[in-house]
């Protein structure tokens, strides 16, 4: 499966049961030290940058934390009043900085409802190479939350529907 935005909750049946099985099969490997270390090459050669413009822990955390788990280089951003976009920087120049740093992944948390949807559609228009991920956006969207959820249900109920 090859990697795309996800910025809302919109994923197919077969795209969903994709991300399950992947978040299953990561799940056996970490319970030993070997899976853990094929893990860790994953994300080798990835740069992921961890945008947060406003308060998370958990989700923070978690996304940092699987990251680094996988390999990846992350850099996490959260003091939106060290950036250029308080002096006006827009979006688009945000964004291709990111491009031209060679970001693999933005995966952003921010107010503003549906923001993460229209940098995804800014990033393909525009050719960017960066893909978003979407922490939360205001109160409208949180895709990794919901993806989580299900994946706990799931494995909650695992056995007791016939899986």
């Keep these: 499966m090859e990697l795309g935005h996800v910025v809302n909750n ?9 991300i399950l ?17 094929f893990l860790r090459d994953c ?14 822990t958990r989700t923070r955390l978690k996304c940092e934390l699987a990251g680094n788990w996988l390999g990846a280089t992350v850099k996490v951003h959260d ?4 950036t250029s976009m ?3 920087e827009n979006w688009f120049n945000h964004l291709l900085t990111f491009s031209e740093a060679e ?3 933005l995966a952003i948390r921010h107010p503003e ?3 993460p949807q229209r940098l995804a559609l800014l990033c393909e228009k525009n050719h960017f190479r960066e893909k978003i991920i979407n922490l939360g956006d205001g109160n409208y969207f949180h895709p990794t939350q919901g993806l989580g959820d299900l994946y706990m249900i ?7 529907f016939g899986k």
């Excluded at 099985?21 to 270390?37: A, D, N, V, W, Y």
């Excluded at 994300?43 to 998370?56: A, G, H, N, R, T």
């Excluded at 003091?79 to 060290?82: L, M, Q, T, Y």
């Design 103 to 105: 970001v693999d992944i």
């Design 86 to 88: 308080v002096k006006g």
């Design 10 to 18: 919109n994923q197919t049946k077969t795209e969903t049961d994709e």
């Design 43 to 56: 994300l080798k050669d990835k740069l992921i940058v961890v945008e947060f413009m406003q308060p998370s």
């Design 154 to 160: 799931e494995e909650h109920h695992r056995g007791k």
């Design 79 to 82: 003091e939106i009043a060290k």
């Design 113 to 115: 409802n549906f923001l």
């Design 21 to 37: 099985r992947i978040t299953r099969r990561i799940k056996e490997l970490f319970q030993s030290k070997r899976g853990r270390e």
